[in-house]
Each structure stands twice: as C-alpha cells, then as structure tokens.
C-alpha cells in the first residue's frame, strides 16, 4: 500500500521492480527533457516499458520531468522516497544542491516513511566538491536535516578485503557488468580511484520524525 518517490531515478530497474505489483504506486523524477542526458532520455515519460527488462503492472508507474532540488509535489505525500547515486549530480556538497535534494526528500515524506539515499563516499578523507568523506557526510548532509533521523549509526569500517579490491579508474567501474561472475562473487563491494580520490557508495537509510 506505500506511495514510493524515486528522485533522479532515470530508467532504473529498481522503477518497474517495485512497479510489479509490490508497492500501491510509484513516481519517478528526474529531468527527462534536458538534451542529451542519457540517463534520464526524454521518451521515459512517454514510453517506460521500452527500458524495461521485465514486464510490469503500467498503471503504477508515472514519470515526472522534474528537479530533484524543487520538487512540485505536495510535502507529507510519500511513503518511502529513494535517490540511488544521483544527489552528488544535483550541484554538488560544496554548492549544497545535494542537501537541497534530501531537504526535499525530508518534505515530501510522510511522517514516520522512509528515505533512502545513496550517494558518493570519500574513504581516504579528501575533500572533494561532490563527494562527501567522513567528515563531511555529518557536517554537510546529515546534521542539516531537521526531521529525518538515521535509523541506525553509519558503520564506516573498510575491511582488509574490501581495501584490497580498488578499480583503478572509472572507465573499469563501468564496465563493472563485464566482469566475470567469479570475480563479483570474490569481489562483492569495490572501491573506485580517480587519481588521489579513492571512494565507494555509502547508502543512507532515514525515517522522518
């Protein structure tokens, strides 16, 4: 029965999943007229089924062109709001366009729903516009937000194996679906180095007070 809200959620899978019959409805917003975004191709709104490998159930599914940081959507409306790897694209840390995206997740949501973000994490702490390390995620995101609470502390530990396991460039992070079963299965979280930025995903999981 919950109303689901995927922010700059483009044509992902995650869409037509929750779509099958697994959730009352759910909107996905992004902004499908810009020119040339791939991620996020205009005929979404008109035709989802095209990017979809699965069939699903069409009269839950409405696309939205719409800027995840100026939301036309009513506050306390939505029951779980999802944003996977795309606040870091909405302006950045620095220029608070990330912050401005989850202040609107926060509004959206209703009380006691569930936010869930993931975005980029710095794990060797160096600063960087977009992405956020350990000392940021707190002092530029999470102790910003008025109502939406974690609800459970972040756990920022890299495990000897993980540590081991750093694609050295991005161009090898995305071909990612490439890669040889065997080696996802030995290597099931990885971290990305762009030359002195080493990072990973980090997934934030809210509830709205």
Do not use: C
Not at 134 to 146: C, F, G, H, P, V
Request: no cysteine.
């Amino acid at each position: 029965n919950s109303i689901v809200l995927g922010v700059g959620s483009g044509t992902e899978k995650i869409l037509f999943y929750l779509a099958n019959n697994l959730v009352k409805h759910v909107y996905a917003t992004d902004l499908y007229m810009m020119s040339g975004w791939d991620e996020a191709p205009a005929d979404f709104i008109r035709n989802p089924q095209k990017y979809s490998e699965q069939e699903y159930n069409l009269q839950k599914l409405s696309v939205l062109n719409m800027d995840g940081r100026k939301l036309s959507l009513d506050s306390n409306l939505f029951d779980v709001v999802f944003s996977f790897s795309s606040i870091e694209h909405f302006g950045g840390r620095k220029h608070s366009g990330a912050l401005e995206s989850v202040q609107e997740m926060e509004r959206v949501l209703k009380p006691n729903g569930i936010a869930i973000v993931a975005t980029e994490f710095i794990v060797n702490n160096k600063d960087h516009n977009e992405y956020y390390n350990e000392r940021t995620i707190y002092s530029d995101l999470i102790d910003k937000l008025d109502s939406l609470k974690l609800v459970e502390p972040l756990d920022l530990t890299i495990t000897e194996k993980t540590a081991q396991t750093v694609l050295d460039s991005y161009h090898h992070a995305r071909n990612w679906n490439r890669m040889s079963s065997e080696f996802k299965r030995n290597h099931p979280h990885v971290l990305i180095r762009i030359r002195n930025i080493v990072h990973t995903s980090i997934m934030l999981v809210f509830r709205k007070l």
